[in-house]
């Protein structure tokens, strides 16, 4: 056959090779399309594991106020103020759980510490709300009556109250330093210059000296210096833990707990900072035992000295819920301790600093939702988890993230869009979102942290 008939027969047949190549192509591409997807929306859990029929375990919607300063900016001088109008209102928005954070009376030390501070509204003072001596109602906000009053009422109208529990420390005024030091971290004897700036030196009521350690919080190796650490190792310290949790639990008419500084609790934490000297099998071997002599139970996750408590708050009121400021990945070991909400401080801070000025939502997606996140989510963690844009500690930083972005002092349009994008998200992704105070109504300034 001639190279001339050779070139007609190719000319004849080369637009069938053509389609059957772009056939082949075509039909690879729809192979594999559901692979396309997977990556380009990277996630352990399809969608199909969030049926829209299907209701989600958790319908919590949480509000959170600062409650001296609400009732400052009201003029209530007791929960009896407290109208039944505004917790239906509150109701009326689509909340059903109001977190009444700041109840407990502050210390008087801490007070002196934030009048150093110049972003209170209209020169008030506020000590930390999670410095507190012990758990007595703040004289601001009435007496015990009117708060299990304003329990009942809330609760009759479909509102649950949450109340602060701080299993971690004291205030380092509280009195329970005189009454029992042994319930603290200390020393007797003033601690070597390098461990100088975590102790305070306190001097008992017979005269005795001691060097009472400061809590660390959630800051590793930063003292605090308001607050005092308590001792886990102390018999009479897990159970002043468990009576004071029942009174807190009480008080809130069983509706739930919220649990602050659970990073300081964390075994190996506590240990590392505490008792390096022991090995992270004999720590947990000692707490253990000391929840079996003091509770009656060891805890199924060894080391974790919360377990048997929440186990008992739970025998007492089934219904209670509890709610744990979780950080650094733990939240998902604290849910199978028993918590029934956590913080998910990964979505919070992708949210919040991944907004960037000509990010589109397909990056936007990827970043807040990608690595780190699917790779360590199950589906119940998803329902346990709390997401917020605001809190007491994280007051309006969205607004300052975004005007730092567009280098701007007024507040920008983009802003509020920003804002609403992000509500958007915490609002429909499987879980339970979080507002604080103001937040809804739009205000901009912040108050106090």
């Given at each position: ?11 004849l ?5 053509l389609?059957?190549?772009l056939f082949?192509?075509f039909q690879?591409?729809?192979?594999s399309?559901p ?8 996630s352990?859990i399809?969608?199909?594991a969030?049926?829209?029929?299907e ?13 001296p300063?609400?009732?400052?900016q009201?003029?209530y ?6 109208t039944d109008?505004e917790?239906?209102e509150i109701?009326?928005r689509?909340?059903n ?5 700041g109840v407990?009376e502050e210390?008087?030390?801490s007070?002196?510490?934030?009048q150093r501070?110049k972003d ?12 507190i001596?012990?758990?007595v109602?703040?004289?601001?906000l009435?007496?015990e009556?009117?708060l299990?009053?304003f329990?009942?009422?809330a609760k009759?109208?479909g509102l ?6 701080i299993?971690?420390h004291r ?10 030091p042994e ?16 102790y ?15 809590a660390?919080?959630?800051?590793k190796g930063v ?12 018999p ?11 009174n807190v ?9 919220r ?6 609790l964390f075994?190996q934490?506590?240990?590392?900072r ?7 099998k004999a720590?947990?071997?000692k ?11 060891r805890?199924k ?6 377990e048997?408590?929440?186990a008992l708050?739970k025998?007492d ?5 509890f709610?744990g400021?979780t ?11 028993g918590?029934?909400?956590?913080y ?7 949210l ?10 397909m990056?936007f ?13 199950t589906?119940?963690?998803c329902?346990k ?10 007051n ?7 005007k ?7 507040i920008?349009?983009r ?6 994008l992000?509500?958007a998200c915490?609002?429909t992704?499987p ?19």
């Amino acid at each position: 056959m001639s190279d001339e008939s050779m070139k007609r027969i190719f000319k004849l047949i080369k637009p069938l090779l053509l389609s059957g190549l772009l056939f082949l192509i075509f039909q690879s591409f729809i192979i594999s399309f559901p692979n396309v997807l997977a990556e380009a929306f990277p996630s352990r859990i399809p969608l199909s594991a969030f049926p829209e029929s299907e209701s989600w375990p958790s319908d919590l919607q949480i509000l959170e106020i600062h409650t001296p300063v609400f009732f400052k900016q009201k003029g209530y001088r007791s929960f009896d103020d407290f109208t039944d109008k505004e917790i239906q209102e509150i109701v009326g928005r689509g909340f059903n759980t109001l977190w009444i954070m700041g109840v407990w009376e502050e210390s008087e030390f801490s007070r002196i510490i934030h009048q150093r501070r110049k972003d209170l509204p209209d020169g008030e003072v506020f000590g930390s709300k999670y410095a507190i001596p012990d758990y007595v109602l703040n004289k601001n906000l009435g007496d015990e009556r009117s708060l299990r009053e304003f329990v009942k009422r809330a609760k009759a109208r479909g509102l649950r109250i949450m109340l602060d529990f701080i299993p971690n420390h004291r205030a380092i005024d509280s009195p329970l330093i005189d009454q029992h030091p042994e319930w603290f971290i200390h020393l007797k004897q003033a601690p070597k210059r390098s461990d100088a700036k975590s102790y305070f030196e306190h001097q008992l009521p017979d005269g005795t000296k001691i060097w009472v350690a400061y809590a660390n919080g959630i800051y590793k190796g930063v003292p605090l210096t308001d607050l005092a650490q308590f001792n886990l190792f102390d018999p009479g310290a897990l159970q002043h833990l468990l009576d004071s949790a029942r009174n807190v639990a009480g008080l809130s008419g069983g509706g739930g707990l919220r649990i602050d500084d659970l990073v300081s609790l964390f075994p190996q934490e506590y240990r590392a900072r505490w008792y390096p000297h022991l090995s992270m099998k004999a720590f947990d071997q000692k707490i253990d035992q000391l929840c079996l002599q003091v509770f009656g139970q060891r805890p199924k996750h060894s080391g974790f000295v919360l377990e048997p408590v929440l186990a008992l708050i739970k025998k007492d009121h089934p219904d209670i819920k509890f709610f744990g400021e979780t950080y650094r990945e733990q939240h998902q070991l604290w849910q199978d301790v028993g918590f029934d909400l956590t913080y998910n401080k990964l979505i919070f801070d992708r949210l919040v600093w991944g907004f960037r000025r000509d990010l589109d939502w397909m990056d936007f997606k990827d970043y807040v939702f990608g690595k780190g996140f699917h790779e360590t989510t199950t589906r119940d963690y998803c329902f346990k988890s709390v997401y917020f844009l605001e809190n007491h500690d994280e007051n309006k930083r969205i607004i300052q993230r975004v005007k730092r972005e567009f280098k701007k002092n007024e507040i920008d349009p983009r802003i509020l869009d920003a804002s609403k994008l992000l509500a958007a998200c915490i609002t429909t992704i499987p879980g339970v979102p979080m507002f604080y105070i103001g937040q809804i109504e739009g205000h901009l300034a912040a108050g106090p942290t």
